[in-house]
């Protein structure tokens, strides 16, 4: 469960502990604007009394100049993996030289596989269409296309693997109802697209109305993706918390950060079984880099979640409270300022000079937090791994480099060089589109084709690899092939479109 241990201490016993048991954390400046907002959020959580031990790692842009393409040195992980929670400024992901995402890496290799995003409106302090909007997401963070298994196979086309596992979907559904318990929310939303993705975004879906149905006192709606980012752009008022998968998450997260009044102000938790990390839901914007301007309010509220995981609700109230009440009185950065309604623009400094000055108080128009009182740690127990079921090959499909726009040549030619007994070529698809037997002259056709075999009844590997035996000796440039199976007599792969 990802409950730190300091939090089940304080919650055991009067509920507070004393300085010499701060807690330990591990903690990254991270690239451009990271630096500076670091550096003002741990000012207010000092000036608040957090008792918390910083150690600090060194991630990013310097690591990957020193030839680590990781982003992250070998005895980071041992901080990270010894002190459980990480606090981490924005980092620079070099472009285009093949470095992996270290935040992906950070976040999937510790198994931080839910990524909770509260964004609310601060109407009228902060200028939004969305006076009411008060929305949490929660995206799945380890799986989805950022599985980040990519492919060239010909040519002319690449691919991206989307990959959903049952235990993982089912871990992040729970957790969004668990959370939505532990809060006071009334609500979840799921967002998918199963009418287009209908095994992947079909289990997520399925998944979500199986526990929703373990949860009668929430209520629970379904979205299809498009529309439902285009309601939560439009009407975010009609939404409470929403669980989606992780490229979704990624994308409508920073739509709701932005309508609530600024991506600056976009807090994210990232939450596993053993650990949890801390950031904001922006990046390192370069473009204002060392300028003393970047709105260090995303990483602080991540502060302040971070201080309600290891038990220190209170603190965390303290410094919340006196944020509001620095966004009540007008103190702005220049993300948020709008001349006529702002009081004062501020630096990056200044503000959190400001937050501090207010330390003790409480906003007066805009409700005030209390996390003691609210909000209960969400526990989280080990994925539940499904019992196995009757699996039976039934086909293959294979994957072939052919350069002529020609289906009936290939399908000639396949023919041909098949002589596996009870194995039938069935369909060719080109990006997924019926091309043989009667194709349209119309269809486009790239040089990736997908030549469906079927067994008569069901099959064996070995006859697969005895197909592509004799593909490769008749010269046919397979690239790949997925077999196509049957579980518990349900179909296990998608039809061609036209089939
Ligand atoms: P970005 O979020 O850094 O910036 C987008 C825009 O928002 C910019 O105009 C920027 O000035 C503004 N902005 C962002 N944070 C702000 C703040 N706190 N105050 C005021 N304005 C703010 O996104 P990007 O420009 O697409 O990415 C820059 C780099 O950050 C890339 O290398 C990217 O890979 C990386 N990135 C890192 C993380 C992370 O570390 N978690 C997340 C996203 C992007």
């Known amino acids: 469960m990802n409950v730190h241990p300091a939090a089940r201490a304080a919650s055991s016993d009067t509920g507070s502990i004393g300085a ?32 918390l031990a910083p150690e600090e790692i060194e991630i990013g842009e310097a690591v990957y100049e020193q030839g680590l393409t990781s982003g992250i040195a070998p005895e980071s992980w041992d901080v990270l993996r010894r002190t459980k929670v990480f606090f981490k400024a924005p980092i620079t992901t070099p472009q285009g030289k093949g470095y992996k995402s ?33 929305v949490v997401i929660v995206r799945e963070n380890e799986e989805d296309l950022y599985a980040g298994i990519e492919h060239r196979q010909t040519d002319e086309v690449y691919q ?63 979205w299809i993706i498009d529309i439902g980012t285009a309601r939560l752009a439009a009407r975010p008022e009609i939404f409470d918390v929403i669980v989606t998968s992780n490229l979704y998450g990624d994308i409508i997260s920073d739509v709701a950060a932005e309508i609530s009044g600024s991506v600056g102000l976009g807090a994210s938790a990232n939450v596993g079984e053993h650990c949890a990390m801390f950031e904001a839901i922006h990046g390192s914007a370069p473009d204002i880099a060392g300028q003393n301007v970047a709105n260090p309010s995303g990483l602080l509220l991540a502060g302040v979640q971070m201080l309600v995981h290891v038990g220190q609700p209170e603190i965390a109230s303290k410094i919340h409270n006196a944020w509001l009440k620095t966004i009540e009185d007008g103190i702005h950065t220049a993300d948020i300022h709008k001349a006529g309604d702002s009081a004062e623009k501020v630096g990056t400094d200044a503000f959190a000079e400001a937050v501090i000055a207010r330390l003790g108080e409480s906003p007066r128009t805009l409700p005030a937090v209390s996390y003691a009182l609210d909000a209960r740690p969400v526990e989280i127990a080990p994925p539940r791994r499904p019992a196995p079921q ?48 009667e194709g349209l002259p119309e269809t486009f056709a790239t040089d990736h084709w997908r030549c469906r075999f079927m067994f008569d009844g069901t099959g064996q590997s070995a006859q697969v690899a005895a197909l592509l035996t004799q593909l490769a000796k008749a010269g046919i440039d397979f690239v790949k092939t997925e077999h196509l199976y049957e579980f518990d007599g349900q179909l296990g792969y998608s039809l061609g479109q036209g089939q």
């Open 20 to 51: 010499s048991d701060a807690v330990p954390i591990a903690i990254a400046h991270g690239d451009g604007i990271g630096p500076e907002i670091m550096s003002a959020a741990l000012k207010v959580l000092t000036a608040a009394g957090a008792r």
């Open 160 to 222: 991206c693997l989307k990959l959903v596992s049952r235990p993982g979907t089912e871990r992040i559904v729970r957790y969004a109802f668990d959370y939505a318990r532990a809060n006071g929310r009334k609500k979840v939303s799921c967002f998918s697209k199963d009418n287009i993705m209908k095994l992947t975004d079909g289990l997520f879906h399925k998944v979500f109305d199986e526990i929703a149905a373990e949860y009668p006192e929430i209520e629970t709606d379904h």
């Open 390 to 437: 009757v699996k039976t090959l039934v086909g293959v499909d294979v994957f072939v480099h052919w350069r002529e726009a020609d289906a009936d040549a290939l399908a000639a030619a396949l023919k041909s060089a098949n002589a596996v007994e009870g194995l039938d070529l069935i369909l060719i698809t080109n990006r997924g589109t019926k091309v043989w037997p």
């Open 102 to 134: 270290l935040n992906v890496t950070i976040r999937k290799t510790l198994g931080l596989f839910a990524n909770v995003r509260p964004c609310a409106a601060l109407s009228p302090f902060v200028a939004t269409k969305h006076p009411d909007m008060d």
